[in-house]
């Protein structure tokens, strides 16, 4: 996962300005965090040519980008969503062994 994001970070040169990258992981957890975050009323954007080239053998992960106004509370956001979404495969995977 680091190396993928050292190796993307030259795809987000070209958003430098206003937005900033905020988080990088599959698409699903992704696309969940975008609701999470416009449901707090933080406007995030994952660039269309990152949907657009996401296949597992080509681009296993995608970026979130947020206003960089916005980046401490969408910090804050964002580890209360993975700490939920770990939760949940900590449940998923128990539920499995029973």
């Known amino acids: 996962m680091i190396v993928a994001y050292i190796m993307g970070l030259s795809r987000w040169r070209n958003y430098m300005g206003n937005w900033v990258l905020l ?19 933080i406007e995030a954007r994952i660039p269309s040519e990152e949907v657009a080239a996401t296949m597992p053998f080509l681009q296993p992960t995608i970026g979130i980008l947020v206003k960089a106004e916005d980046l401490q509370r969408a910090k804050t956001l964002l580890a ?13 995977n128990d539920d499995k062994k029973t």
């Open 23 to 41: 988080y990088e992981d599959e698409p699903n957890k992704i696309h969940l965090l975008q609701v999470e975050l416009e449901a707090a009323g």
């Open 80 to 92: 209360d969503f993975l700490k939920k979404w770990n939760e949940a495969e900590d449940k998923d």
